[in-house]
Structure formats: structure tokens, C-alpha cells
């Protein structure tokens, strides 16, 4: 059973480009979770969303993140106009069911801005 | 919303010693509290986790005690050997239901250095 893929593994965009995050969750998984680990710092919960739907995504910064779970394809986390604040480790977790259930990581896509 | 403090930042043992790190939380709500071990460059991997309706939980060389009463769990490793040097995380989920259900709340992270 392989686990949560994310791609790219590391991303490099310059000023004001946009940055798109995959995720794949492990098989039978329906719900994601995003997460930023900035340089020296833990994780910080940025969106959890089940299959076409946003459940929580009050970690979220309110302008230029945007992120979506289709039915079918990988989650995507979108970033508009990134800047130098952006740059950062995105990790995404899947589980098999919500609440109080084990969520399990992929390896993170590396983002630096230019 | 939650708020999850851990200590100490970094830990440095010898070789066989056991070593321990401690978290409290401050949501009275949280039922499940993981602990994850990230290695550098690799994405964090869940080791242990115990819920409220539990005190201890052991696995191995591994186990985690939780104290409700006082919002406080910790992590031990005992015989801790060079590969187990890694960052640890705690984190704390539950809270007050509703949307936050599911959502972790991560400690700040322990760099544990294992000297052989």
C-alpha cells in the first residue's frame, strides 16, 4: 500500500509566479490535510478537505491560497503571486475517516521563492 | 483554539539512556494526541498515539502517558540508540468539535541527539 505521494518534491518560483502542491493520500483515504512548517518551526494546520468539499480551512491565509479535493485527481494547494514569505516545507496528510484518527504525512513539497 | 507547548526544545543523551519530552495542552476538549519523529528532509512519521480514554500506552522501547486532569502528555524512549535522533512533535486534536475535529495542533519540537 504506498503512501501519501506528493509532488514536486521541491519547487523553486520566482516573485509573483504561481506555485501549484499535489497530494495523493494513501488508497482508501478520503480525507486530506494540509499543513506549512516554516525553517526551525513546527507544523501549522492550513486546510482539511474531504472529496469536493472544504471542511476547515481556517489555517488558511485569507488571500492568494486557495486549495480543492476533486472527485477524482490528487488535492491540489494553490499559491497566487507568491513572495519571499511563502517559502517553506507544505506537507499533506491523509486519513481513512475524520476526527480523533491516525493522519499520516507525505515527504513535502519544498518551496522556495526567489 | 488549542494551544500545545513542548519541552525541552533540544535533548542530548548518551547511548542506552532513556530520554523524555513533555507537552500540555491547553483545550480540555482534545481526545487524541499523537507524536510524530521527523529525520531531515523527509515528511513527520507518526510513532505513537493515545487517546483520552487511556492513561499509557506502550510499544516497545516507545510509550506515551497522558494526564488529563492536568493537560500534560509526555513521550519516552527508552534504550534510545544514534538512529533514534530526529526531531519529535506532539500534537493535540479534538478540541471543541465542529470543524476543528481532526485538525492537529503540533508542539513547537524536540531535536533529540542520541551520542553513541
Known amino acids: 500500500n504506498a503512501g501519501v505521494m506528493q509532488n514536486p518534491r521541491h519547487l523553486v518560483r520566482r516573485r509573483g509566479q504561481e506555485a501549484r502542491l499535489r497530494c495523493s493520500p494513501m488508497k482508501g483515504h478520503s480525507h486530506v490535510y494540509w499543513y506549512r512548517q516554516l525553517p526551525e518551526e513546527g507544523l501549522k494546520f492550513m486546510v482539511y478537505?474531504?472529496?469536493?468539499?472544504?471542511?476547515?480551512e481556517s489555517g488558511m491565509p485569507k488571500e492568494r491560497f486557495s486549495a480543492e479535493f476533486p472527485k477524482e485527481g490528487p488535492s491540489i494547494l494553490r499559491i497566487q503571486q507568491v513572495v519571499r514569505g511563502d517559502s517553506a516545507a507544505y506537507f499533506c496528510?491523509?486519513?481513512?475517516?475524520?476526527?480523533?484518527?491516525?493522519?499520516?504525512f507525505g515527504p513535502g513539497t519544498r518551496l522556495t521563492v526567489t | 483554539g488549542e494551544n500545545v507547548e513542548q519541552h525541552p526544545s533540544t535533548l542530548s543523551v548518551q547511548e542506552g539512556d532513556s530520554a523524555v519530552i513533555k507537552c500540555t495542552y491547553s483545550d480540555s476538549a482534545s481526545n487524541y494526541f499523537p507524536w510524530y519523529k521527523q529525520e531531515l528532509g523527509k515528511g513527520p512519521q507518526l510513532i505513537i498515539d493515545?487517546?483520552?480514554?487511556?492513561g499509557e500506552k506502550k510499544d516497545q522501547r516507545i510509550a506515551v502517558t497522558l494526564n488529563k486532569t492536568a493537560k500534560h502528555f509526555s513521550l519516552h524512549i527508552t534504550e534510545t540508540q544514534p538512529e533514534d535522533s530526529a526531531v519529535y512533535f506532539c500534537?493535540?486534536?479534538?478540541?471543541?468539535?465542529?470543524?476543528?475535529?481532526?485538525?492537529?495542533?503540533f508542539g513547537q519540537g524536540t531535536i533529540l541527539t542520541v551520542h553513541p
Open positions: 496528510a491523509s486519513s481513512p475517516v475524520s476526527g480523533y484518527h491516525e493522519q499520516y
Open positions: 478537505l474531504q472529496k469536493e468539499n472544504i471542511i476547515d
Open positions: 500534537a493535540a486534536s479534538g478540541g471543541a468539535g465542529g470543524t476543528s475535529y481532526g485538525k492537529l495542533t
Open positions: 493515545i487517546r483520552s480514554n487511556v
